[in-house]
Each structure stands twice: as structure tokens, then as C-alpha cells.
């Protein structure tokens, strides 16, 4: 059952039933909170902690305990071992002269029913939920027993307080003994987790070392509690030692954090150490160290206990998920939160002891400093995240500037010239800001000159040569005068590019928001600008490098255009491939269930539709011949020579001309690239004889010698005058031919004459084999 061995059923039923006990315990036994301290041989009420049924139930301080349970007080367990009052039916106090019987010791207050019955067993429950899924989901390795382990010690010990806080005998022994080995287990599985990514930075021997000290302790404990001898001088220990395990396993996952940060499992020990510091800071620092230093507690356990749910939160994350939140941008904007919550904390703090009328102990301005600055932190947090999910829902669209970047973004793919654009951030910026007339212009830095794409006031003109002039600006500078604001769009040495408004239609200054919106918009508006310019510039450079003679690129960038020209033909094959065939196919099969099951149908309506059927299966062949065009199907699987012959079997269904195609002298083993290329040349000089040579035979020939693959054509058409100029032949395709052979370093020859037929020998280097990605 759930697959476990039975030594984890012995270990999970230990858990399970301590826990029930636990819980019958603190249910059926009311939590007294009644402390007292012998004087003069007599027992006598020192103090009722807060919520307690003493506290509840008026049990006065400075009263002497005449009797619990009818016998002496000294004879009672508690009261002889921890100087307090808990497990008592009933109970007497002398006060003030008069006694007062306590024998109705029933119910808890709610809020110890929820700090030590409710929220403790509740969180055992999710922690066994945790277990289960980390026994399920994690990969059977040592590290996650070890993390099952720690969770289920960790929830135990929580829910133990219930017993402690009663001086129960056994809930004392399993809250100090589950809370002493916690963070040894936890070291160890940090070993074991570790050590299967072969990762060392402590020793091993420490862990053996910690499990060694704790069981003495823990037997120690559990010798004075059985005896009833619980000596004074070994109070301090437990609490002592939880302290120096705590402070180990700090030092132990800083370390390595400190070794290991610029490695890749860095993130995981940021993890650690930031679930480690929420799980145990609260409890070390604001309850454990006061307690022990000054006797005092800023928080009490059970809200110190509660911090606890972080450690399964973050390990459970770690063993159970592959890719991490980024720990570093979270922590930068909780310290931010920090910073800035802790003047309003202060002021909080001050305004609240001014007003209450009694004086305030120190402890409790701690206690108000901390919870102020709690609540501010979780607040701004969970408004970052409202802000960044729900904004776009509560504001009215003409303030999203997200949107409107957008929005501008794609509407400038459109454009292709720096003119366009411009207007296209005009239109924007007045759409969203809700402004007057803008104005677009350049302005030569040397030279009173003003490019303008509309006509601008001469007031505003010279307002510009004023303000303007003896000034340097960067991209995005928004400047704002007297008549209105302008934004930086284009700076350099010689010419200022403005985009300037006469202001907004309320005669508002432009708020934070908006002017972090135009110098974005700006930015981005810049940046196209500049990339058309570089593309102006590569297609003039690349205009130059064509030869005026022979009208041919040069390789590298012939290879390149056909690189690019076949990624798009393969991504339109696709295309077409995936939307619209797939759709075709479906109105064919949607009609062919139309005719065969609609007996309804008149017969002309029958035969019409029967018509429509043939014409869709038409178009459907006609999209599947144009994919495969567009890209070869297989052609990498089959092969150059049997791609050739399956092309060459589709134009002669649909041409008057037969092809004798040969291959015999082919052994030739060529990368992608150049089978490609081949296959492009014959399908280009196929297509010229159908359209344009009214050949009756053509004849082809594949062949590979020594160092070079031979490529022969030849039809009996009707030639052409090869003296012409060589433009005339780019309607015909040779030019695309010559440009691709000579991408790839090949050579083309080619005969003609009118009324004497068309021949052409094409050859190629063979280099090796490679794979080549179009």
C-alpha cells in the first residue's frame, strides 16, 4: 500500500501516533497557564500567561495554592518539577484572606485552540500531504527520506507544544527531542542531497558528531523526566544546544553559498538560505535569544512555530521542480520593501505609544515595530503583483501605455522610411495622451535649417532657435516650456530630430507615467530609425558589389540570398501545409459526408455539389503540388538522383515533352546544400522548356568526376540568340541559375541558336559532407 517498506510504516505510524496524542491531549486538557514560585513554604501564584483558562478564569496573582486534586501542591508533578500549575482537575488559592475553589477546569480559549490545537494539526496534515508527494513524485534516493524525515520531525515537534506547555511528560520529551534533532536531519540531508551532485564542502563526520550530542541530550531529558528530577542546572541545555545546531546549519549553508555562488547550483543554495532564514529567524532572534539572554520573549513559540512552513515550502520546491524563481529579484524587492516600510513602521510605532495612556514596556515597541513593518512589506508586495495583473483591467485604454508601445511596434514593421514612422508615433502619442497639435521637425545643428513634415508656426519656430540653441540633449530627453513639451527623438552632430506638442488638452504638465512613456516610445522610434538606415545603406553596398559586367553577386552573398530565399520557401510550404490544405481537407471530407449521407438531396442538387467536391479535390492536389514546389518532400531521404527522377515524372504529366534522364556515372555523396541547388537548377531549366522552348525531347545528365559533379541539359526547342543582353534572360530564369551555381563556386556554359535547341553544362566542386541547415 502507497509503496512503502515497513520500516517507513514504523517511522510514519511514530509520527501519526504522537501526533493523535497530541492532539487528544491538548483537547481534553484545558491549558492552565498558571506559573508559581515557593515562599516561605508556601505556593505562590507568580503569573497567568494571556488567553489561558487561569487568565480566563481570574486565578489571582500573589494567591497561595492551597491544594490540587485535593493533595498538597508540593505532592503535584508539575508544580515540584517546573514550578507550574497544568494537568490539575482541580484546584484551591488562598487570596486576600478568602478561598477560592477552582474544580470546573473545562475549554480551552479559542485562540490557544487555534495556536495549539488548529493551526498545528492543520499543518501536519499539509506536511504529510508534502511527504506523500515527495515520496511519490521525487526519484527514490536517500536525500529524500531524509527531507521526508525532517518534514515530519519539524510538524511533530510544532504540534508537541500543545503537550509541552501542559508539562505532559511525554510531549516534553518529544517537542525538546524532535526540535534537537531537526536541524541535525536537516544537515544530513543537505549532505546526502549534495553528495548526489557531487558536491562537498563539510564533512560528514560532523553530522554523526550532532546526532551523537543531541541523543545524550535527549536522554538525558527523558532520564530527569521519568525520574521526576528535573534539575535546575539542566534547564538552559536543550535551549542552548537548539541554539548552536541552529546557528551550524546557518553556517553550514552560508558557506556553502559563499563557495558555490558563482556556480551553477548557486541558485539552490540561495533557496536554502533564504527558506532556512524565514523558518528559523524568528524563532532564533525574537524568541530564542531573548529568552535565554534576558529572559524576555519578543514573540511568543507558537507564532515563532508558525515560520516553520517555509522549510517544506522550499524544499518540497526544490526536489519537485526543474527551473527556479528568480530568488535574486525577489530578495532585491523584499529588502527594497524593507527600506522602505521602515520610516512609516517607526511613526506607527511612535503615534500608538503616544496615544495608549499607560507606558509601554520596550519589548512591546519591538513587538509594533515588527508587525507594522510585517504588514507593509506583505502589502506593497501583493500590490506589485495586483499592479502588474490587474492594471490593464482598471485603467481606461487611453492611459495603457504598454498597450500603445505595442501597438506602435507593430504598426512600424509597416513602415519603410523614416517619414512614415514618424507620423505613426505622431498619431500614437496623441491618440494616448490626449494632446494638441504636434509637430515633427529636424533642425541642422550648424546651420539655421529646419526639415519640417508639416507647417509650423513661425512663434514656434523661434521658441525652438530660444530654447534650443547652446544646449545638448540625449535620445529621449523630454523638454517642457512655456508652449508646451517636446521629446528627443534623433540627436547627432549635425542634425536634432524633435517631436514636439503644443501641450495637453486639459493644460496639465506631463506626469510621471506619461513622460516615462515618451522616452520610451522615443527610444524605440530611434532605434527603427536607425535600423532602416543600416538596411538603406547594406542594399546600396550590396548594389556596388554587383558587377556591371557579368551582373554577378559574389558568392558568399549569392549563397546567402538563396540560403535565406529557401528558409522562406520552406516556411511557406509549411504554412500552407498546416492551415490552409489541413482546411480543404476538411470542407472535403465535411461535403463528402454531406453527399453520401443526405438522402434528401434532389438530383441536381446532387450532381452540383458532386461538381464542387471534384473542383475542391482539384485544389487540393494544386496546394499539395505548389508545397511540395515550394519544398521537396524527402528530399534529404531519398536522395539527389531519385528526387530527379520524381520531379522529372511530374512535368512530363504535365508537358509535351519527353525527358530521357541518365545517372549511371553518379556516385557522388554531396552535402544539403549543393542536392538543393541541383535540384533548383533542373527544376528552373524544366520549367523554361515548358513555358518558353516548345522542345519535344530533353535530355539530362547527372555525373560525378573526380573532383566535380557534371550537370548536362539539352532540348530540341527553339534556342534563342545568346547575344542579346543578358537581362532579357532573367524573365527565363537563367539569371537565378547562374547566381546559384555560382553561390557555390560552380561554372555554367551555355549554347544556343535560334531554331537550333538549347544546351548548357553546369559543373560543381564536391566538397565533403556536411550538414547544412535551409
Known amino acids: 500500500m502507497f509503496n512503502f517498506k515497513w520500516s517507513q510504516w514504523l517511522v510514519l505510524s511514530f509520527f501519526i501516533l504522537s501526533a493523535c496524542y497530541m492532539i487528544v491531549l491538548s483537547v481534553t486538557q484545558p491549558y492552565l497557564g498558571i506559573d508559581v514560585n515557593e515562599r516561605q513554604g508556601e505556593w505562590v501564584v507568580t503569573s497567568v500567561h494571556s488567553g489561558s483558562w487561569g487568565d480566563r478564569h481570574g486565578v489571582p496573582l500573589g494567591g497561595e495554592v492551597h491544594s490540587i486534586n485535593g493533595a498538597s501542591p508540593e505532592e503535584h508533578r508539575s508544580i515540584s518539577m517546573f514550578d507550574e500549575l497544568e494537568g490539575a482537575n482541580s484546584f484551591s488559592v488562598q487570596h486576600n484572606g478568602q478561598e477560592i475553589f477552582y474544580n470546573d477546569i473545562e475549554n480551552s480559549s479559542p485562540i490557544h485552540w ?66 534537537l534533532f531537526s536541524p541535525v536531519i536537516l544537515i544530513h540531508f543537505l549532505y546526502n542531497y549534495f553528495q548526489e551532485l557531487d558536491i562537498y564542502w563539510f564533512s560528514k563526520k560532523i553530522v554523526y558528531l550532532l546526532y551523537l550530542t543531541v541523543g545524550l541530550v535527549s536522554l538525558l531529558e527523558g532520564y530527569f523526566l521519568i525520574t521526576e528530577s528535573y534539575p ?80 517544506p515550502i522550499t524544499f518540497m520546491y526544490l526536489v519537485t521542480r526543474e527551473r527556479l524563481i528568480d530568488i535574486d529579484f525577489v530578495m532585491t524587492r523584499v529588502r527594497y520593501y524593507m527600506i522602505l516600510s521602515v520610516i512609516p513602521s517607526l511613526a506607527l510605532m511612535f503615534t500608538i505609544g503616544w496615544l495608549v495612556e499607560e507606558d509601554l514596556y520596550v519589548i512591546s515597541y519591538i513587538q509594533m515595530f515588527l508587525l507594522f513593518q510585517s504588514s507593509l512589506v506583505l502589502f506593497l508586495s501583493v500590490k506589485e503583483v495586483l499592479d502588474f495583473k490587474l492594471q490593464r483591467y482598471l485603467f481606461s485604454a487611453r492611459y495603457g501605455y504598454q498597450e500603445s508601445m505595442h501597438r506602435m511596434a507593430q504598426d512600424m514593421k509597416d513602415q519603410s522610411n523614416a517619414v512614415d514612422l514618424m507620423k505613426v508615433m505622431r498619431d500614437e502619442v496623441k491618440n ?121 553577386y559574389p558568392t558568399w552573398l549569392s549563397r546567402l540570398l538563396f540560403t535565406i530565399a529557401e528558409n522562406q520557401r520552406k516556411q511557406l510550404s509549411i504554412d500552407l501545409h498546416d492551415t490552409v490544405l489541413q482546411e480543404q481537407l476538411y470542407l472535403y471530407r465535411k461535403m463528402d459526408d454531406l453527399i453520401r449521407h443526405r438522402n434528401d438531396l434532389t438530383p441536381s442538387l446532387h450532381a452540383e455539389l458532386m461538381v464542387y467536391k471534384e473542383s475542391l479535390l482539384d485544389s487540393i492536389h494544386l496546394i499539395r503540388e505548389t508545397c511540395n514546389e515550394l519544398r521537396p518532400a524527402f528530399i534529404e531521404e531519398m536522395g539527389l538522383v531519385q528526387s530527379l527522377k520524381n520531379l522529372i515524372h511530374q512535368y512530363q504529366l504535365r508537358s509535351n515533352f519527353t525527358v530521357y534522364f541518365t545517372d549511371e556515372r553518379f556516385d557522388a555523396e554531396l552535402d544539403q546544400e549543393r542536392i538543393l ?65 555560382n553561390g557555390l563556386n560552380g561554372h555554367l556554359e551555355i549554347e544556343t541558336k535560334p531554331g537550333e535547341g538549347f544546351k548548357t553544362m553546369i559543373t560543381f566542386p564536391i566538397e565533403a559532407k556536411r550538414e547544412v541547415q535551409v
Open 232 to 311: 535546575t542546572i539542566f534547564e538552559p541545555v536543550p535551549g542552548g544546544l537548539l541554539l548552536v545546531l541552529y546557528i551550524i546549519s546557518f553556517y553550514i549553508i552560508y558557506r556553502g553559498l559563499f563557495i558555490h555562488r558563482g556556480y551553477a547550483v548557486g541558485p539552490i543554495f540561495k533557496y536554502m538560505a533564504v527558506g532556512m532564514t524565514i523558518a528559523f529567524f524568528p524563532y532564533i532572534f525574537l524568541y530564542l535569544i531573548p529568552a535565554l539572554a534576558f529572559g524576555v520573549k519578543v514573540i511568543s513559540l507558537e507564532v515563532g512555530a508558525m515560520f516553520l512552513i517555509a522549510l
Open 432 to 552: 494616448v495622451l490626449n494632446v494638441r497639435d504636434i509637430y515633427i521637425y529636424s533642425k541642422h545643428n550648424k546651420r539655421n535649417m529646419y526639415c519640417v513634415y508639416d507647417q509650423i508656426p513661425e512663434d514656434i519656430i523661434e521658441h525652438f532657435d530660444e530654447y534650443l540653441n547652446n544646449h545638448h540633449y540625449d535620445i529621449g530627453s523630454v523638454i517642457e516650456t512655456e508652449k508646451g513639451f517636446g521629446v528627443i527623438v534623433g540627436y547627432s552632430l549635425e542634425k536634432l530630430t524633435m517631436m514636439w506638442c503644443k501641450g495637453k488638452k486639459d493644460y496639465t504638465n506631463l506626469n510621471r507615467d506619461e513622460k516615462t512613456y515618451l522616452q520610451t516610445i522615443s527610444h524605440n522610434a530611434n532605434i527603427a530609425i536607425q535600423n532602416m538606415n543600416t538596411i538603406e545603406d547594406l542594399l546600396k553596398e550590396l548594389r556596388k558589389l554587383r558587377s556591371g559586367q557579368t551582373q554577378k
Open 114 to 179: 487555534l495556536l495549539y490545537i488548529v493551526l498545528p494539526a492543520l499543518f501536519f496534515l499539509v506536511i504529510l500531504g508534502i511527504s506523500y508527494l515527495v515520496h511519490k513524485r521525487v526519484p527514490k534516493r536517500y536525500s529524500a527520506e531524509q527531507l521526508i524525515l525532517f518534514f515530519l520531525a519539524i510538524a511533530t515537534g510544532y504540534l508537541s507544544n500543545g503537550g509541552a506547555v501542559r508539562d505532559d511528560l511525554y510531549g516534553l520529551f518529544l517537542n525538546t527531542g524532535l526540535f
Open 677 to 741: 541547388a541541383i535540384f533548383r537548377v533542373v527544376q528552373e531549366l524544366l520549367t523554361n522548356a515548358m513555358k518558353h522552348s516548345d522542345a519535344k525531347i530533353v535530355k539530362l545528365s547527372l555525373s560525378s568526376q573526380e573532383n566535380q559533379v557534371v550537370l548536362l541539359y539539352s532540348d530540341n526547342g527553339r534556342g534563342m540568340d545568346y547575344s542579346v543582353q543578358r537581362d532579357l534572360f532573367s524573365h527565363i530564369g537563367l539569371s537565378g541559375i547562374e547566381q546559384r551555381v
